[in-house]
């Protein structure tokens, strides 16, 4: 089955102990993308990638770090996680032309 | 900077109405618009996508019309269901970053047997 999946699904953490939210595609999608969802905010990207090695900032990258070294994974890092990191994450991917972007399930994070 | 908006914030319906969902961004320089769907502790499931060069798509009982030149999109749901019920999100892809999408906050439905 495509999908795109998520670990953990819920996490809850005290400030400044580092975490690592993973994320993996099984359809060989070259753009990969880690978004935000808070209340009356939407959703907000945070960092993307077209390819493996090639990342770049969204909208809200301040406290996170990712990594692409292989095509399928897009790890979100939070070294020093604050209680402003609260929030709902979602990865996605996508490919080709059309760039229609498939969604995991959410990780809801909660710091303490 | 694009801005997405999405009215009514939340709808409430019987089962069997008609309905339609709007959808308004600022920046009519956009490469694609694609309708999402949010169930409770569940993701984004994917409607429709329309590319900027085309007015509608359409798939089974959805259809999404998009109006560039206003700004606008629409997705209309014939004879809603209950199972129907989630939010509904919009979101817009930019020339300038095609590979992002600005999203608008949302039309949370409710329909009612």
């Known amino acids: 089955e495509a999908q795109v999946t998520q670990n953990p699904r819920y996490l809850i953490t005290v400030t400044g102990k580092k975490l690592t939210v993973t994320c993996s595609q099984n359809m060989n999608h070259e753009y990969m993308s880690w978004y935000r969802q808070d209340p009356g905010l939407g959703l907000r990207q945070i960092y993307y990638?077209?390819?493996?090695?090639?990342?770049d900032k969204g909208d809200v990258p301040e406290g996170y770090k990712v990594s692409r070294k292989e095509k399928r994974n897009f790890p979100l890092i939070l070294e020093s996680p604050s209680p402003n990191q609260t929030s709902l994450y979602f990865c996605?991917?996508?490919?080709?032309?059309?760039?229609?972007?498939?969604f995991g399930p959410g990780t809801r994070l909660t710091v303490t | 900077k694009q801005e997405v908006t999405q009215i009514p914030a939340a709808l409430s319906v019987p089962e069997g109405e008609n309905l339609v969902l709007n959808c308004s961004f600022t920046?009519?320089?956009?490469?694609?618009l694609q309708w999402f769907r949010q169930d409770p502790g569940k993701g984004l499931t994917s409607l429709l996508l329309?590319?900027?060069?085309?007015r509608e798509q359409t798939s089974g009982r959805l259809n999404a019309s998009l109006d560039k030149s206003s700004g606008r999109s629409t997705l209309y749901i014939a004879a809603s269901q209950p199972g129907d019920s989630a939010t509904y999100l919009c979101?817009?892809?930019?020339?300038?970053?095609?590979?992002?999408?600005?999203f608008g906050t949302g039309t949370r439905l409710l329909v009612s047997p």
């Open positions: 329309i590319q900027s060069s085309q």
């Open positions: 979101a817009v892809g930019g020339y300038s970053g095609f590979q992002k999408l600005v």
């Open positions: 920046d009519s320089a956009i490469y694609n």
């Open positions: 996605a991917s996508g490919w080709g032309s059309d760039y229609e972007q498939y």
């Open positions: 990638s077209m390819n493996v090695e090639v990342t």
